[in-house]
């Protein structure tokens, strides 16, 4: 049996060969550099979808978008201009809190945390009468084998900052 040089696709007889005798690509090398373009291609694949999802959201929700590019063209200030001691900057905190202290959690649970990507449009937080903030993230991550899996999680945190409750579905 044979080896297919992954750089030119020619046929090697000589299967002990650890280079091409076509093209003198070393099949090793190859073979890394196509799973690393491989690895490029996902991760863009799953930006260009993560700005997709962005996008229809924006477009299901103008007045949210609106106010997203008002707050860009006005550096800020006309969402953060709250006092620090009003309700609704206290629930800002609080929901902005809780959504680290769960996407820290997703992190340490993930097989390889380096590689977990949190989607936009997937998070939703809300406070609830106890003081406690639930968190809904959608996120992907690869598994051991090298294959990314998008996710779903939800968090309860509580007012101490920490995750209470955490469960997580493939989706």
């Not at 860009?72 to 609080?94: C, H, K, P, T």
């Not at 598994?143 to 899996?149: A, F, Q």
Request: include cysteine.
């Amino acid at each position: 049996m044979g080896t297919i040089c992954p750089k030119c696709g020619k046929l090697n007889d000589d299967a002990k060969d650890e280079i091409c005798p076509h093209c003198g690509v070393l099949y090793a090398k190859a073979r890394q550099a196509q799973k690393q373009q491989l690895r490029q291609d996902a991760q863009r694949e799953e930006e260009i979808e993560e700005v997709r999802e962005l996008w229809a959201f924006l477009v299901r929700h103008p007045v949210i978008g609106i106010s997203m590019v008002l707050a860009i063209l006005a550096g800020g200030v006309a969402m953060f201009s709250y006092e620090s001691g009003s309700y609704v900057a206290d629930q800002r905190a609080m929901t902005g809190e809780a959504e680290r202290a769960c996407e820290n959690h997703i992190r340490t649970v993930a097989q390889r945390p380096s590689t977990v990507r949190f989607h936009v449009s997937g998070l939703q937080a809300q406070v609830q009468d106890s003081g406690s903030v639930v968190t809904n993230h959608v996120f992907s991550a690869e598994n051991m084998l090298g294959v990314r899996i998008r996710s779903r999680a939800r968090c309860t945190v509580g007012p101490d900052g920490r995750v209470q409750s955490f469960s997580s579905t493939q989706q």
